[in-house]
């Protein structure tokens, strides 16, 4: 067994990492030392708001990516902790689309319970990883933020939970060097009450571009243009917001469509989605993927092919968050611990290429959430994390994927029950198109 284990970064991968080795530890087994680095001074990764863009107080890259007004874009009851409901931390049932600082409030209440704080040290930023061949050890360079100073430790294993929505994918368009107003990627959009009055040009066709265009207008935007690459998204979007073909360029304020539309616009929302990047990782141990379902070199969605003592959690584009994280956890867990060997590099390389066989077959959304609920039940068969109604959360994404096409405005004021207790949600008190305050107190409380 290992005798040091590193993880990298305490947001939802990297708690859900730790709690697993913590709740192995309580059921009376050997856990070797585990060491977490956080770069930022709290836990909770991206839902960790921050009002910062850029650059930190450090100089380095801004890490988080959500917004103030952000709330779950899924239902709740598909991302239940099935070792810590939703009725456990609240002690009451809550609607099925909370904002985030809710989430965060959950995500954070088992990392509490579990007493993982311990384990992490924040304001500690990992710079290098690499791989001794003759000591069979990885060699981990960490920066303590305050002081400067930097150290190199050794570990057995090493478990990269440090995201992938945070590096921003960044195209240009002609024009944009003399356009009038505001040009930012959503990696920086904090506050929708900023294009208050304003024309705003969206540019994507996914989460980003929909949610985004939404914010705007409900804040006050007179009108949003989304401009999509190769499909539209085809909801039924409220007055005030249309989809166009691609931007081909801005004249001045005059945003040209590659469908001969025109539109004069004041600022412009890059949603042009994220890089995988890891720039603190020796070239040969770094995953390099678009965001897809499952990566290419990750054996269970986890194992780095080449050095399987490498492993990554939370890589693939998710429609299952923190329930598939557990899994991965769970999984990684087990390996570390022996509990779980691994079959021959030959083997791995087979069923990646399995996987990824069957996700070019996927045709649609719906293909795609059973691809990745059959992936996590690959997972759990083989680990002792608690069993929940799966299915369930399968028929919650597709009812979720209906009630979007139905109504785009009113997909987050359904309700759905939990696939580990059963319990129904209420329906939240206000319209979600209709709720501008998104603090947990007046979610969680009266009127607004
Ligand atoms: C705008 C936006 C909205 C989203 N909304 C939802 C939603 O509604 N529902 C949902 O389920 N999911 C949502 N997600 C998906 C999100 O990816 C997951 O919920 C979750 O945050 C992923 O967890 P993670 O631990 O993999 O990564 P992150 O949350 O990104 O956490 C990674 C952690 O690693 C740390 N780190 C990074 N690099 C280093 C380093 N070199 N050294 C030390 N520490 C490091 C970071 O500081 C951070 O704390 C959203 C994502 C975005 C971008
Ligand atoms: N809670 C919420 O409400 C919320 C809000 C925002 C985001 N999120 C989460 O954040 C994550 C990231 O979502 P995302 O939308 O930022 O990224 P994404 O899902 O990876 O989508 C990226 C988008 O950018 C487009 N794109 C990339 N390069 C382009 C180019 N050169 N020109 C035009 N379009 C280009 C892609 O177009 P093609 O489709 O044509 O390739 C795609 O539509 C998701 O997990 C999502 O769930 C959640």
């Not at 005798?3 to 530890?25: D, K, M, T």
Request: one cysteine or more; hydrophobic letters at 35%; aromatic letters at 14%.
């Amino acid at each position: 067994m290992a005798s040091r284990v590193a993880v990298i970064g305490a947001g939802p991968c990297g708690l859900a990492q730790l709690h697993a080795f913590e709740e192995a530890r309580k059921q009376g087994a050997e856990v070797p030392e585990i060491t977490c680095f956080e770069k930022q001074s709290d836990w909770g990764g991206l839902w960790n708001y921050t009002w910062r863009t850029g650059l930190d107080e450090h100089g380095d890259p801004v890490h988080g990516s959500q917004y103030r007004y952000l709330w779950s874009n899924g239902p709740k009851e598909c991302l239940e902790f099935a070792d810590y409901t939703f009725d456990e931390h609240f002690g009451q049932p809550i609607p099925s689309f909370p904002p985030r600082e809710v989430l965060y409030d959950y995500i954070t209440g088992r990392a509490k319970k579990s007493n993982v704080r311990q384990l992490i040290q924040f304001d500690t930023v990992v710079r290098w990883i690499s791989y001794d061949e003759e000591t069979g050890k990885f060699a981990v360079t960490v920066e303590t933020r305050g002081d400067a100073r930097t150290r190199t430790e050794e570990f057995d294993k090493v478990i990269v939970a440090t995201g992938h929505f945070s590096t921003p994918n960044t195209p240009s368009f002609e024009g944009f060097g003399r356009f009038p107003g505001r040009i930012m990627h959503s990696h920086d959009f904090r506050d929708a009450q900023e294009f208050a009055g304003q024309r705003l040009l969206v540019i994507g066709s996914s989460y980003s571009a929909e949610d985004i265009a939404l914010q705007a207008r409900k804040y006050g935007a007179d009108s949003v243009t989304i401009s999509y690459r190769n499909e539209p998204m085809g909801f039924p979007w409220p007055a005030g917001i249309e989809e166009v073909a691609l931007l081909t360029n801005v004249d001045g304020n005059t945003a040209h469509f590659a469908d001969g539309t025109m539109r004069d616009v004041d600022a412009i929302v890059l949603c042009t989605g994220y890089q995988h990047s890891f720039g603190f990782i020796s070239g040969e141990l770094r995953l390099r993927t678009r965001n897809v379902l499952y990566p290419d070199n990750l054996y269970k969605g986890v194992f780095w092919l080449d050095n399987p003592g490498l492993m990554y959690l939370g890589m693939q584009d998710q429609y299952y968050t923190f329930t598939m994280f557990d899994a991965q956890a769970w999984y990684a867990r087990d390996y570390v611990l022996g509990r779980i060997s691994l079959p021959p590099r030959a083997d791995m390389a087979a069923d990646i290429a399995h996987w990824r066989d069957r996700l070019a077959a996927c045709a649609d959304p719906f293909d795609e959430i059973e691809f990745q609920a059959d992936y996590m039940m690959d997972l759990y068969k083989d680990v002792d994390y608690p069993s929940y109604d799966v299915d369930l959360t399968r028929a919650h994404f597709r009812a979720w994927e209906h009630d979007k096409e139905a109504s785009i405005i009113g997909y987050r004021d359904r309700s759905f029950s939990s696939p580990c207790t059963g319990t129904v949600a209420p329906v939240h008190h206000t319209p979600w198109w209709q709720a501008l305050d998104d603090s947990m107190a007046t979610f969680l409380g009266g009127q607004e």
